[in-house]
């Protein structure tokens, strides 16, 4: 079946550090690949789209790389700041958007 | 006005109740989902409409049923709830281009 892991229930880091989360998957072959953030209480919120051919995307400071051979995601946010804190999913989807999987989630807090 | 928006915010209810989640959202999105998480477990997916007249069974659809009224409302019930049915729903739409979910607060039940 499929299955989808992340790094670590938690990750705590320093501020203005580079905080960097893990997703692996297995048994599966996504066309897409999604990072969303979720605060406590709250929905998800959509951050970044992958897409299958391409290798890396960047918006403000966000990065996510996508390795198909290695079936993982790395999910990257430089210059940390508290306000980063939450739990941050990723989420795999195929081409008809019919199958659509999400992983457990790594909770980040940045200390001040 | 919230672009998905879940009726109730939270709700208790017995066991063996019938009880309706309610969704609608003003993204005019032909695609939507109903999803609960638990603890440890992250996102399932329970059931999902690509539009009015397409209903699906998600990964865990037993004990569920949905309705999708019109384009933008898509309902979800429990014909009778059980304890472990207690978990946090939430309603989330897309597109067809699959750049990412617009998730609502989300619907906190309790079956005692």
């Known amino acids: 079946s499929q299955k989808i892991e992340q790094n670590s229930e938690a990750l705590n880091i320093q501020e203005g550090k580079t905080a960097t989360l893990t997703c692996n998957y297995t048994?599966?072959?996504?066309?897409?690949l999604q990072w969303y953030r979720q605060d406590p209480g709250r929905g998800p919120v959509f951050l970044l789209l992958i897409r299958e051919n391409e290798k890396e995307k960047r918006k403000e400071r966000l990065k996510v790389t996508f390795d198909t051979t290695l079936k993982q995601s790395l999910f990257h946010i430089t210059a940390s700041q508290p306000a980063d804190s939450a739990t941050y999913l990723c989420?795999?989807?195929?081409?008809?958007?019919?199958?659509?999987?999400f992983g457990p989630g790594t909770r980040l807090s940045v200390l001040p | 006005d919230a672009d998905v928006t879940q009726t109730p915010r939270n709700r208790i209810t017995k066991t063996g109740k019938r009880i309706m989640l309610e969704c609608s959202q003003t993204?005019?999105?032909?695609?939507m989902y109903w999803y609960r998480q638990d603890p440890g477990l992250g996102l399932r997916l329970i059931y999902y409409s690509f539009d009015v007249k397409d209903i699906n069974k998600g990964e865990i659809s037993d004990g569920y049923s949905v309705s999708r009224q019109a384009q933008a409302k898509f309902s979800l019930s429990l014909e009778s709830a059980i304890p472990n049915q207690t978990a946090l729903y939430f309603c989330a739409t897309s597109d067809m281009t699959a750049y990412g979910y617009t998730f609502g607060s989300g619907t906190r039940l309790t079956v005692v």
């Open positions: 048994n599966y072959s996504p066309a897409y």
């Open positions: 993204k005019g999105h032909d695609r």
């Open positions: 989420a795999l989807t195929d081409n008809y958007g019919q199958n659509f999987v």
